[in-house]
């Protein structure tokens, strides 16, 4: 046997509670460090590189968007607060490094223009009429900007 009290119930519920507060701040934490390395803040654990990948940052800070906004009047005032703080960073940190992706890729240069190219296992075939030019600067791939 233990020396220590067993805990009662009111205990567990508080025991319970600052679990969950714990558990909360590390998942958003995670979450941060994880957008923070796919914008070029960290490098990755495994390789030590660091690198810019704005589609993966923007998954990261989307899903602590969607926590933020699913779980909005359920949580405490330093847990939102924390939230709230950690989405702000996270998108300066991702205006920063888009506006750097930005200037590295001259206006000119090939990567512009084989944004808006089909992938190849997509490419029409010789039946299919060509889109307009119109149509195809339309659709170029966009940044999703905070």
Known sequence: MSDSPTPSAGDAGATASTRHAALFTGMVLQQANLALMCLGRAPRPDTKEVAVDLE???LFIDTLEMLEARTRGNLSGEEAGMLRETLTSLRIAFVEAA????ARAPAGSGATA???APPPE?????GTPQEP?????ARKKFVKRY
Not at 122 to 126: G, L, N, Q, T
Not at 133 to 137: G, K, N, V
């Open 122 to 126: 997509v490419a029409p075939s010789a």
């Open 133 to 137: 030019a119109a149509d195809a600067e």
């Open 114 to 116: 084989t944004a808006s």
């Open 56 to 58: 993966a940052a923007t």
């Open 99 to 102: 506006d750097k992706e930005a």
